[in-house]
Nanobody, 124 residues
Framework: QVRLIESGGGLVQAGGSLRLSCANS????????MGWFRQAPGKEREFVAG????????YYADSVKGRFIISRDNAKNMAYLQMNNLKPEDTAVYSC?????????????????WGQGTQVTVSP
């Protein structure tokens, strides 16, 4: 079983950077496709980024391409989301997600485990 815990959220000014971390305290992370979703107030949860277990297949939402980088360290059971050039519209609760399926499946919401979420607030 996968148990995901996010950290690294906070308040940052527009143009700044944050790095989110996702720790898995359960089953080995290398068995899972990992990803990040976000949900802004009054909006539906949306896919942000996903990485296959090897890191060979990576997908990003168009809104974050060129600014966000997803990575993982399977030896440490960790996944990360480096967020650069943050914009106020990036403000949301960011959640880590894991699936035994593919990144394509993850994008469509096929998630086997969720973290509790961490708040990211970007001020103008």
């Amino acid at each position: 079983q996968v148990r995901l815990i996010e950290s690294g959220g906070g308040l940052v000014q527009a143009g700044g950077s944050l790095r989110l971390s996702c720790a898995n305290s359960g089953r080995a992370i290398n068995l899972y496709t990992m990803g990040w979703f976000r949900q802004a107030p009054g909006k539906e949860r949306e896919f942000v980024a996903g990485s296959s277990w090897s890191g060979g297949n990576i997908y990003y939402a168009d809104s974050v391409k060129g600014r966000f980088i997803i990575s993982r360290d399977n030896a440490k059971n960790m996944a990360y989301l480096q967020m650069n050039n943050l914009k106020p519209e990036d403000t949301a609760v960011y959640s880590c997600a894991a699936t035994v399926g593919s990144v394509v499946g993850l994008k469509t919401g096929q998630v086997d485990a969720w973290g509790q979420g961490t708040q990211v607030t970007v001020s103008p």
